[in-house]
């Protein structure tokens, strides 16, 4: 078994605001290998909160706080709708 490296493990992690989402969606969470996002409506969250989170996932994911596997198949996930 190979393994993997500490950057291999390491996602690169953010929120966007988006102004190109689906109609009817507020999140739409994105995995690629060796990267998590989440796409947020504009409206639905503030620059400072995006700024906020993003610093946070830095934080976690540059300290070794969170490991993620990428193996097996990388698809998209599903969209989050408004509940409102």
């Known amino acids: 078994m190979t393994q993997r490296t500490a950057a291999q493990k390491t996602p690169a ?3 966007e605001i988006s102004d190109d989402l ?5 999140l739409l969470p994105i995995e690629r290998r060796g990267e998590v996002l989440w796409l947020v409506r504009r409206g639905h969250m503030t620059p400072e ?12 994911t540059r300290h070794g ?4 596997n990428w193996g097996g198949s990388v698809e998209q996930t599903r969209p989050y709708a408004s509940a409102c």
């Open 13 to 15: 992690a953010r929120f």
């Open 49 to 60: 909160l995006c700024e906020s989170l993003n610093a946070h996932l830095t934080h976690i």
């Open 22 to 26: 689906p109609t009817g969606i507020v």
């Open 65 to 68: 706080l969170w490991e993620h």
